[in-house]
Structures are given as structure tokens and as C-alpha cells.
């Protein structure tokens, strides 16, 4: 997982560039993962500054909408070995 800082940079930068203050300008970011399980990196960092460079905890995770799949649809269809060859 990207540190927080990452996210809020290019939140900051859309900001500027167009002159809205909505979260991304107002344009639809989608982030996909399992932030519970998957930690940024912090060299030689504590648990506190680890779960402070979270994503949870940068300014717009308030105005996110966070929804969840609940159908695996990789598993509703058989894969053949083949036909992933040829393409």
C-alpha cells in the first residue's frame, strides 16, 4: 500500500491545476485492496507512524464512498486454459 502522503500529494495537485476544492476535483478515483491487510511501508517505523501513514487517516477519506463486492465473478464463469493462451 502507497503511503498516504502519495495520495494527498496528487489530492493537492489536482486541487491547484484546477482550481476546485472537492476531493480529486471532484473526478472519480477508484483505490482497490484490502487496506486492512495490506500496511505501508515505513522504514524502520513504529506501529503508531505506520498506522498514521495509512490511508484512513488522510483528509479526504471522508468524503470516499467505500463499497464492497460481494460476487466473485471469476468464479461464476470456467476458465479455459486455451483460450487465455490465444490471447
Known amino acids: 500500500m502507497m503511503n498516504q502522503l ?4 496528487a489530492n ?6 484546477c482550481d476546485n476544492e472537492n476531493a480529486f476535483r471532484g473526478k ?3 483505490f482497490l485492496g484490502d487496506f486492512k491487510q495490506i500496511l505501508p511501508v515505513i522504514t524502520h517505523g513504529s ?5 498514521v501513514a495509512t490511508i484512513h487517516q488522510s ?7 467505500i463499497m464492497h463486492l460481494h460476487i466473485n465473478l471469476r468464479l461464476q464463469q470456467p476458465i479455459n486454459p486455451v483460450t487465455l493462451l490465444k490471447e
Request: one cysteine or more; proline letters at 0%; hydrophobic letters at 50%.
Open 6 to 9: 502519495a495520495f494527498e500529494l
Open 12 to 17: 493537492r495537485h489536482l486541487k491547484d491545476i
Open 28 to 30: 472519480l478515483v477508484i
Open 47 to 51: 506501529r503508531e507512524s505506520i498506522v
Open 59 to 65: 483528509s479526504f477519506w471522508n468524503d470516499c464512498h
